[in-house]
């Protein structure tokens, strides 16, 4: 941990210095026609303007009329061939009133991104027309595709750290240990036959695993992005869409990987015999070569590409500082894999190997394969937790959005996964490693230790799988401080007066409030209003109300431009319209931020 600190400390200043916007999601910059506007003419075409390039293929770009009826045409686009606008064209000959636009696209990091604005063309509709969390919920996705897309998720991550592991394990910890401690009888022969069967059943089950989630997983991105069912997204069209986004392309070439895998998986079979104990009849000149077979040495290539895949195709490869996210990435799963890995050829492959020894033979070769795995497992403990405290903090950053932010939830429930799991570690490297030495050097067997060990490795098993599982929840959400949400938009009654409100983009921060008052028979905009006043309060957090006086923008249209709201959650939004000296209607609405 002292050797540690000093790279904790610089990796922390490294990320101090660097800049620091979470820009993993995109972020909706502005749109033609402006968000909340009056136009006197109907537009040909809305584009929307984010913060990045986007991808628009799944046609997900809509605009509906009051009515709810859609008046685009065509495909999304990118107006002159710029990657960060999208937009539609529209139908000619629109009557005026008003028009919601929305958008459901797919940002850098593979997530989807969905939002709109509310314009008007000519005067606002009778009505004001549907909001924009109604026309979006016409296209969203079930929790049964978000469930299944996690799970693929943490199926990929699984595999990955599975099969990166058992490679790991058999390269530096189970070579090393059977040089150290093994003998040249037909028992260590026997013995690594059992092992190297076992680490290619290990390597096979990763293989298959990946590669059916990494399929999965290309269907249900192409599902979410479509805004329809899994099966309904199993077509050549829409799965072509998501192999042309940066996330189906890296996966598909994932899905390769695993296809390589397997099949070098099935060739260690043929490469067993090097696998196997010299016959020099003398402990610790064992496997002299025993590693550097083609087919073990070529499955480096795919799977440390899979080692990459979380960064490539996620937050770290889009959110800056990139510089520093992407490696800690990187690193945090290789620490993963150099763990989970070493568990499962531990829970696996090691009894095979241990049983086809003779008794006293069996702690040896325990002890030392334990002893080398401890501390690769250390170092994997250290990796895990700066790495982890690294992306925390980027993407975090604010302690109350640890808990008020899906994101920040799953991160801690993660974490507190890991310390559990670093105090089994402990147990292991304090109490059960020492206690196998001492029972070499007696020359008795594992007895009571070997059954702790048994144990307390079926433990870790069960905590990783639930750290696994999270991961694959946390990939599907957006980081907590580049979480975004749709504007607030809703018609409704004051007084005798309809009257349509928008707060964009209702979120933490300075939100423009557009208000519009009409006839709710003839839909003609009502300007007799001498007075328009807004509060905002949040009670359950102590925050009073503020009124602000909205400024007159047009007849019957009313804005705040910077409308403060400081802290997420559902805020008590107050308008008051006074129309005399002594006439004034009130609306209290409720509106969540985020």
Partial sequence: MRRAFPVLAAALAALLIAAATASAHATLQSTS?????????APAQVVFIFDEAVEGNFGAVRVFDSKGDRVDQGDAFHPNGIGKQLGVHLKSGLADG????TYRVVSADSHIVSSGVVFNVGHASAGGGQSVEDLLSASKTGTVTSVAFSAARAVQYTAIAVGAGALLFLLVVWSGALAAVGGASDGWRAASEAF?????????????????????????????????????????RLIGDVIGTRFGTVWLIGEICWLLVGALALGLRRAAPVLRPATVGATGLALPRATRSPATLALIVPLAFLVLLPALSGHGSTQDPVAVLFPANVLHVAAMSAWVGGVAVLLVALPAATRALEVEERTPLLAATLQRFSAIALAGVVALLITGLLQAYVEIRHLDLIFSTAFGRATFIKLMVLLVLIGLGAVNRQRTIPRLRAAVAAGRTPGADGIVLRRTLRAEALLIAAALATTGALAGYA?????????????????PQEMQLTIDPARVGANELHLYLTDPKSGAQIDSAKEVDVSAAQPAKGIGASDVAASKAGPGHYIVPALTLGVPGTWT??????????????KKLEVKVR
């Fill in 33 to 41: 026609p402006a968000r909340g506007a009056t136009v006197a003419h």
């Fill in 98 to 101: 008003t028009y919601t636009a």
């Fill in 196 to 236: 190297a069967a076992r680490t290619r059943l290990l390597l096979g089950g990763a293989a298959v695993a990946g590669a059916v989630s990494a399929a999965c997983a290309l269907a249900l991105e192409a599902a979410e992005g479509a805004g329809v069912t899994f099966w309904s997204a199993l077509k050549p």
């Fill in 479 to 495: 980081p907590a401080t580049a979480k975004t949400s749709g504007p607030y938009n809703t018609t409704t009654r004051i007084g």
């Fill in 573 to 586: 939004v107050t308008v008051a319209v006074r129309v005399s000296d002594f006439d004034e209607y009130t």
